[in-house]
């Protein structure tokens, strides 16, 4: 249900619009004079603002300015019997959501209207996301410059709301475990346990273990009952990581486990039961697992039925900067080193590298050069040595023919700032373009 109010100097109209939008279950408000509208919008918070255009006292247009500025969040649907295109270009360009022609049929209305409240619920959506991560969870932990990561961010909000299996699946190193903490810290389990597992990390009978406990004597060793993780999940979270490891008999379990929720410790007969919700990831090919008869197809349904796709690094250029800068000062403060900057030449490296190790292997490289750096600027030779090999063997100017003209002149320009020593001044100079061009195009690439 949303909170509508209906601002239209044609009586019959915001009548019409009343029965209708309360039929549909929204709470309405309405009236001819647009200052009447303004005054409760100021009072009371409503979710969508139905408007005509033309009206004595005061234009749509002007209304929905003054509107947006006592409520950012309200969304506006503009209506006009004299529809134009370019009167719909205005109000869209001064904030409308939507702009119906009278007279319309009233499915339209319904169609606009829904759409506008997706949106609404979009917005409400990542407002929460910032502000539940900021507040149990650094948002800036998780890098989303790119239009792959905003994506993921997406998908979080999204699934974080419903109580439903997760599947995470990206490379070595993506920042899996970031992404399912995430998705518990924006759930209604954000107050319990966030429990995480490598299931690549034990042997076959202790995975069982240490999952679901096991009972005093079930085996030898076992001097006492302990509880497994899957019991201390409880009301919470547990991450299954790299759950393609997971062996054969330990996959049956689990899918009991997720179809009823039931599960038995480790040489016991008593059945016990967890409210944990269960999140895996993994960096292999589930599906070819399957045809290999290495994992369980129903397994594989059970636990996808809301799946994460993180890319790779190499994928995600724009995030390195933002990356490389969120490394530099965590850990500049740990070792003492803060205020540490990147030379330009070392970005350059880092968007042609292939990173395989994605983002834990550009934190790693990061600390490697804030270790060795003697200077206040990272360069080329403070990386570990496979960079400065792979810097030579590439050549700043190394081309081979295969390359967009942009791409071209981007190398270009890093390898002159690199010869100037990062000097913009010198740099404008020989590229014989204006300091303001060449920072521009430094920024474009990710460098400021």
């Not at 900021?134 to 905003?150: G, L, T």
């Not at 042609?352 to 750096?373: D, F, Q, S």
Request: net charge negative.
């Amino acid at each position: 249900m949303a909170k509508i109010f209906v601002v239209d100097d044609e009586k019959n109209i915001r009548v019409t619009l009343r029965i209708a939008l309360e039929d549909w279950g929204h709470e309405v408000y309405e009236s001819g004079v647009p200052e009447e509208a303004m005054d409760k919008i100021k009072e009371e918070d409503f979710d969508v603002l139905i408007s005509d255009l033309i009206m004595d006292n005061m234009d749509g247009i002007e209304l929905l300015h003054n509107v947006k500025q006592i409520s950012p969040e309200t969304e506006v649907i503009m209506m006009s019997a004299h529809g134009t295109i370019s009167k719909a270009v205005e109000a869209i360009r001064a904030g409308a959501i939507d702009f119906i022609e009278k007279p319309f049929a009233i499915d339209m209305l319904e169609m606009v209207l829904e759409r506008a409240l997706k949106q609404i619920e979009l917005k409400k959506t990542v407002k929460h996301l910032q502000s539940v991560l900021s507040e149990h969870y650094p948002f800036e932990d998780i890098v989303a410059k790119s239009s792959h990561m905003k994506d993921v961010m997406h998908q979080v909000a999204m699934v974080s709301k419903w109580d439903v299996p997760v599947l995470i699946r990206g490379e070595s190193g993506v920042g899996k475990e970031l992404v399912a903490l995430a998705v518990h810290n924006l759930s209604d389990r954000a107050e319990k346990h966030f429990v995480p597992v490598n299931c690549g990390a034990f042997p076959d009978t202790l995975l069982d273990s240490e999952l679901f406990g096991h009972a005093k004597g079930a085996f030898t060793g076992a001097t006492v009952n302990k509880r497994g993780l899957i019991e201390e999940a409880d009301q919470g979270t547990l991450f299954l990581d790299e759950i393609g490891e997971a062996p054969p008999a330990f996959q049956v379990r689990l899918l009991r486990f997720l179809d009823n929720g039931y599960f038995r410790r480790v040489g016991e007969v008593k059945e016990r039961q967890s409210n944990a919700r269960v999140i895996a990831a993994t960096n292999k090919n589930l599906e070819e697992l399957i045809k290999e008869k290495l994992f369980r197809e129903d397994l594989f349904f059970r636990l996808s039925v809301a799946v994460i796709e993180i890319p790779p690094l190499r994928d995600r250029p724009e995030d390195i900067p933002v990356l490389c800068q969120k490394f530099l000062d965590n850990l500049g403060k740990k070792m003492d080193k803060e205020g540490v900057s990147i030379h330009p030449s070392v970005y350059s490296i880092f968007n042609e590298y292939n990173w395989p190790g994605n983002v834990r292997e550009l934190e790693n490289t990061i600390e490697h050069a804030l270790i060795v750096t003697k200077q206040g600027k990272i360069t080329i030779e403070d990386l570990p040595s496979k960079f400065r090999k792979y810097a030579k063997s590439a050549g700043s100017m190394d081309f081979k023919g295969d390359l967009e003209l942009k791409e071209v002149e981007k190398r270009y320009i890093l390898s002159v700032m690199e010869k100037t020593g990062g000097n913009k001044k010198k740099a404008a100079k020989i590229l014989n373009i204006s300091r303001t061009t060449l920072i521009s195009r430094l920024k474009n690439y990710g460098i400021g």
